[in-house]
């Protein structure tokens, strides 16, 4: 199996079913987790040294961080559904508490931080889908944490990728820090598959093919991108969701095109 490719395990204790680490990943910046929670089951943690967000993937929950408290919050049955999430962003040093009003799936995304922005809920009303692309390279992403939504390093989006279609295509990278050309960002990708027995194909390769690797990847499969282009495909008969979580020395997206397949683009 690739070094790149992370299964999803059986939930633990905690319900924990995925975990990313700098140390795990072999990089800096970006770490990860997805939890799956039953009704009235509880996670506490702490941010440390880290800025978080919480994405409420699926169903409903209570969020406790110290002084704030955001009762019953999350409304969607499916990532699917393609209306946006709720999240909460908190900054390094903060305890925080979930619990579950229902089946729960939540990821955590983390990147260190210094705490230069304060805790606050992110409500579906201030995100929207857009859809980017054409055709069979036509896909439809929502940016959780990005832009103008503020954080020190972290970069979350969520992409709905219909089946038979590509994603993250043409192949880009975002690997070199070499502003305003490009900026260094490592990624995972959470995938998930509708139905859940499907797959698809995720490729991560370098110019100089020191790195290419191309995976199967199947339901809550994670796989990380260090560095190199990362394109996606999505069979026949099996929609594809992923969220990305980025996180580098700078934030802001900027990336270059493979310029073997930049000709698309073109016509």
């Known amino acids: ?4 490719l992370s299964r999803a395990r059986q939930p633990s204790e905690s319900g924990r079913i995925q975990q990313i680490t700098p140390e795990s990943a072999q990089w800096r910046y970006v770490g990860f987790e997805v939890y799956e929670l039953k009704p ?14 919480l994405v409420l993937l699926s169903g409903r929950a209570d969020v406790t961080s110290e002084e704030h408290h955001w009762p019953d919050i999350g409304r969607r049955d499916s990532l699917f559904d393609q209306t ?33 922005y304060p805790p606050r809920l992110i409500r579906p009303e201030e995100l929207e889908y857009v859809t980017r692309g054409t055709g069979t390279n036509e896909r439809r992403v929502c ?10 390093r972290l970069l979350v989006v969520e992409v709905i990728t219909p089946n038979g279609h590509w994603s993250s295509y043409p192949p880009h990278k975002h690997d070199t820090d070499a502003k305003p050309r490009e900026t260094q960002l490592e990624e995972t990708y959470y995938h998930r598959l509708n139905p859940s027995q499907g ?5 991560v390769y370098t110019d100089d093919r020191s790195l290419d690797e191309t995976m199967t990847v199947e339901d809550k499969d994670v796989v990380m991108v260090p560095k190199g282009y990362h394109p996606v495909g999505a069979p026949h008969g099996y929609d594809l ?10 934030r802001t997206w900027i990336f270059q095109n493979d310029p073997a397949h930049e000709w698309m683009l073109e016509s």
């Open 241 to 250: 969701y992923y969220l990305n979580t980025m996180a580098g020395p700078e």
């Open 143 to 152: 940016n959780i944490l990005f832009n103008d939504i503020p954080a020190e």
């Open 84 to 116: 946006p999430p709720f999240a909460v962003y908190l900054p390094p040093g903060r305890d925080f508490e979930i619990s579950a009003t229902t089946d729960l799936e939540l990821a955590v995304c983390r990147a260190p931080a210094k705490g230069q």
């Open 1 to 4: 199996m690739s070094p790149l």
């Open 40 to 53: 009235g089951q509880r996670l506490t943690r702490n941010t440390e040294g880290t800025e978080v967000c």
């Open 199 to 203: 797959f698809a194909f995720q490729r």
